[in-house]
Every structure is written in structure tokens, then in C-alpha cells.
């Protein structure tokens, strides 16, 4: 068993009072039913979570960072996208 | 009452065993096969650390209700010989490769899941209790232990040989598990205990279960070592023990 062999598993954990699984790390697993059991032992030891994500590395695809420029910058000029010209009055206050 | 001195040497038994194997996984730490593995033995042996803690804790004050004095959980679990050890056989045989690891590990785990289900219907509170909290981890512990033993028996030709040849070696102290168990019995009268002799059925189900799926062979040897109820250990118990036992022996009463 070397961890050549074993593939490398992404792992997201939802806490207890959280809507959404965080990224926690990674491992290492021989298939998805140890990945989860392995994310437990490593990632939950402390009371981190109540549910478990475990994804092949593999299978994720990432934005290219050399590609920043063009994917995200011409979002930062274009003011019209952002709801901030509606005066809200004062009796609504939690939207 | 009568049935102290029984009750006393019952939960030695529990203890005693959680203690031995948490104390053999311990050696994995720093040398597992893979990071995560090391992380899961040192997991599981602290589970069942603390699991021993809380018997040798009962144990101590049952022994203060007829020897007068209750030793600390310290002095039962550092300053008894390996003839007043009650753990099964089973635990004290070496850690060998992962796959003897495994094999030792599973066949404690099925019989572990059902002693402490059966413990947790205790007319005694505090061991119900504390067999109610075990048996999650436990629960968990045989699921791993289970599914390393799949994977390895159901993978390479060379992990099944090895899986094979765990299984086989070990089997001659897994009988011992569910061998006659006359104070278990006497204890299981009182609705105080469980007689393990009455965990076969399901054990062994279990275990053929697992095999099976595992695709490997049910070992066919039907003899049984026996001996550690009545303090009778192998070779390996003493070692183990001088091991852990060394620090309080050499300053009695240490502390940090």
C-alpha cells in the first residue's frame, strides 16, 4: 500500500450550524466508502462537522490562475451589476 | 455482596482487553502503511483507552466494596503482573503486517459490537452506561476494520495471501472469545452481565459473513487457546506489558 497507488480525495465538511460544506483538505483513499470513513478519523476529530463530501481530485476542474485576467476582471467595473441605487428606506430595514 | 468478587474480575476482563489493544495500536503511530491509517489506529486505540479507563474505574470501586481498599485505575492498569491480566489472548498477539493488524482487529471488533450491545441492556446502570458509550465507537471500529478486511481479502493476489494467512494464524485465538464462560454465566443470572459463550451464534455469522465477502476462507481449525480467564497468557503479554508498565515501576507514584 503506498500512497502512489491510492487516489487523492477532496474533502468538504458541513458543520453543525453551517448551510454549506467547506473545503477541509485532502487524502488519501482506495475507494469513496474509506475516503469518508478516512475524512472522519482525519478531519472530524474535533467536532468539526456532522456531514461529509468527499470528491475524486480527479474529477475536479479548476479555473486556470494564468486565466484571471480575463475571467474576473471585467466584472470589477461594471457598477450596474450591483443592486446600490435603490434608496432603502429606514422601516425596512432587514432585506 | 456475594457477587463482587465475580463482578470485580468481569470487568478486569474488560478492561483488560481494551487496554492491551490500544496499547498494540499504538505501536502503528508513526508507522502505518499510510498517513490516514496511522491517524485510524491511533483513533481507535484511544477509543478504546478510554473505554478501558471507565471499567478499570467501576472495577476499582467495586473492589473497594469487599477488599476494603480500591485501587486507582493507575495502579490496576501499571502495577498488576500479566498473571493477574484478564484480557483475551487475542489482543496481546503482535501487530505482524497491516493484514495481521487487520484480521486481530476484526474479529475483536464483531465480538466487541455484541458483548457491549449486550452490556448495554445491563440491570446494572453503570455498566449499561458505559457499554452504551462504547458501542458507538465500536460500532464504527467494526465497520473499518470490516471494510480494510474486504479490501485487502477481495484485492492483489499478494494482499489476499496475506489476508489469508492473517486470518488463518489468528483464528486459533478467536475461539477463546466465545469459549464457555462460567462466571459470564453466573453474572448474566443476576441480569448484571453478558455469558459470552451466548455471542457465537452471531459472532461466528459475522465472521463467516465478512469472509465471505471477502472472498476468502473461513479457517477450519475447530481447537481453541484458552487460558486468560483464568491469567494463563502466551509469550507476547509480558513484553507488551514491561513495555508499558516500565515508567510507573521504575517511579512509583509519578505524576506529571
Redesign the interface.
Same mark, same amino acid.
Given at each position: 500500500m503506498s500512497a502512489n497507488e491510492l487516489p487523492l480525495w477532496e474533502v468538504f465538511i458541513r458543520s453543525q450550524h453551517g448551510l454549506a460544506h467547506k473545503h477541509v483538505g485532502s487524502l488519501h483513499a482506495a475507494d469513496a466508502e474509506m475516503a469518508i470513513r478516512n475524512a472522519r478519523d482525519v478531519y472530524t476529530r474535533r467536532n468539526e462537522g456532522v456531514s461529509i463530501w468527499v470528491v475524486r481530485s480527479a474529477d475536479v476542474t479548476a479555473s486556470a490562475p494564468g486565466e484571471k485576467e480575463p475571467m474576473f476582471e471585467p466584472a470589477n467595473s461594471k457598477v450596474y451589476r450591483h443592486p446600490t441605487f435603490f434608496p432603502m428606506p429606514d422601516e425596512v430595514k432587514h432585506i | 455482596m456475594n457477587s463482587d468478587p465475580l463482578l470485580f474480575d468481569y470487568l478486569l476482563r474488560l478492561a483488560d482487553s481494551d487496554l492491551v489493544l490500544a496499547q498494540q495500536l499504538g505501536a502503528w503511530v508513526g508507522h502505518g502503511?499510510?498517513?490516514?491509517e496511522d491517524?485510524?489506529s491511533a483513533?481507535v486505540g484511544l477509543d478504546l483507552l478510554g473505554q478501558a479507563r471507565m471499567w478499570f474505574g467501576y472495577a476499582g470501586e467495586i473492589e473497594g466494596r469487599f477488599a476494603g481498599r480500591a485501587r486507582s485505575e493507575d495502579e490496576l492498569a501499571f502495577l498488576r503482573d500479566s498473571g493477574a491480566f484478564r484480557n483475551v489472548l487475542l489482543v496481546e498477539q503482535p501487530n505482524g503486517d497491516?493484514a495481521h493488524t487487520i484480521a486481530r482487529q476484526f474479529y475483536f471488533d464483531a465480538w466487541h459490537q455484541l458483548l457491549l450491545d449486550a452490556l448495554a441492556r445491563s440491570s446494572d446502570p453503570r455498566i449499561a452506561e458505559i457499554a452504551a458509550k462504547g458501542g458507538k465507537e465500536v460500532r464504527?471500529h467494526l465497520? &473499518?476494520s470490516s471494510?480494510w478486511l474486504v &479490501?485487502l481479502g477481495d484485492g492483489t493476489d499478494e494482499s489476499r495471501r496475506r489476508m489469508q494467512a492473517a486470518c488463518d494464524d489468528l483464528w486459533m485465538f478467536a475461539g477463546e472469545l466465545v469459549e464457555p464462560d462460567a462466571a459470564g454465566n453466573a453474572l448474566a443470572g443476576e441480569g448484571i452481565a453478558c455469558d459470552t459463550e451466548t455471542l457465537a451464534p452471531a459472532w461466528r455469522a459475522r465472521v463467516n459473513a465478512v469472509l465471505d465477502e471477502a472472498t476468502l476462507a473461513v479457517p477450519a481449525l475447530t481447537w481453541a487457546q484458552s487460558g486468560s480467564k483464568r491469567g494463563v497468557h502466551t509469550e507476547h503479554l509480558s513484553h507488551l506489558l514491561a513495555e508499558m508498565q516500565v515508567l510507573q515501576r521504575s517511579y512509583p507514584g509519578a505524576r506529571w
Amino acid at each position: 500500500m503506498s500512497a502512489n497507488e491510492l487516489p487523492l480525495w477532496e474533502v468538504f465538511i458541513r458543520s453543525q450550524h453551517g448551510l454549506a460544506h467547506k473545503h477541509v483538505g485532502s487524502l488519501h483513499a482506495a475507494d469513496a466508502e474509506m475516503a469518508i470513513r478516512n475524512a472522519r478519523d482525519v478531519y472530524t476529530r474535533r467536532n468539526e462537522g456532522v456531514s461529509i463530501w468527499v470528491v475524486r481530485s480527479a474529477d475536479v476542474t479548476a479555473s486556470a490562475p494564468g486565466e484571471k485576467e480575463p475571467m474576473f476582471e471585467p466584472a470589477n467595473s461594471k457598477v450596474y451589476r450591483h443592486p446600490t441605487f435603490f434608496p432603502m428606506p429606514d422601516e425596512v430595514k432587514h432585506i | 455482596m456475594n457477587s463482587d468478587p465475580l463482578l470485580f474480575d468481569y470487568l478486569l476482563r474488560l478492561a483488560d482487553s481494551d487496554l492491551v489493544l490500544a496499547q498494540q495500536l499504538g505501536a502503528w503511530v508513526g508507522h502505518g502503511p499510510v498517513l490516514e491509517e496511522d491517524i485510524a489506529s491511533a483513533n481507535v486505540g484511544l477509543d478504546l483507552l478510554g473505554q478501558a479507563r471507565m471499567w478499570f474505574g467501576y472495577a476499582g470501586e467495586i473492589e473497594g466494596r469487599f477488599a476494603g481498599r480500591a485501587r486507582s485505575e493507575d495502579e490496576l492498569a501499571f502495577l498488576r503482573d500479566s498473571g493477574a491480566f484478564r484480557n483475551v489472548l487475542l489482543v496481546e498477539q503482535p501487530n505482524g503486517d497491516y493484514a495481521h493488524t487487520i484480521a486481530r482487529q476484526f474479529y475483536f471488533d464483531a465480538w466487541h459490537q455484541l458483548l457491549l450491545d449486550a452490556l448495554a441492556r445491563s440491570s446494572d446502570p453503570r455498566i449499561a452506561e458505559i457499554a452504551a458509550k462504547g458501542g458507538k465507537e465500536v460500532r464504527y471500529h467494526l465497520e &473499518r476494520s470490516s471494510g480494510w478486511l474486504v &479490501r485487502l481479502g477481495d484485492g492483489t493476489d499478494e494482499s489476499r495471501r496475506r489476508m489469508q494467512a492473517a486470518c488463518d494464524d489468528l483464528w486459533m485465538f478467536a475461539g477463546e472469545l466465545v469459549e464457555p464462560d462460567a462466571a459470564g454465566n453466573a453474572l448474566a443470572g443476576e441480569g448484571i452481565a453478558c455469558d459470552t459463550e451466548t455471542l457465537a451464534p452471531a459472532w461466528r455469522a459475522r465472521v463467516n459473513a465478512v469472509l465471505d465477502e471477502a472472498t476468502l476462507a473461513v479457517p477450519a481449525l475447530t481447537w481453541a487457546q484458552s487460558g486468560s480467564k483464568r491469567g494463563v497468557h502466551t509469550e507476547h503479554l509480558s513484553h507488551l506489558l514491561a513495555e508499558m508498565q516500565v515508567l510507573q515501576r521504575s517511579y512509583p507514584g509519578a505524576r506529571w
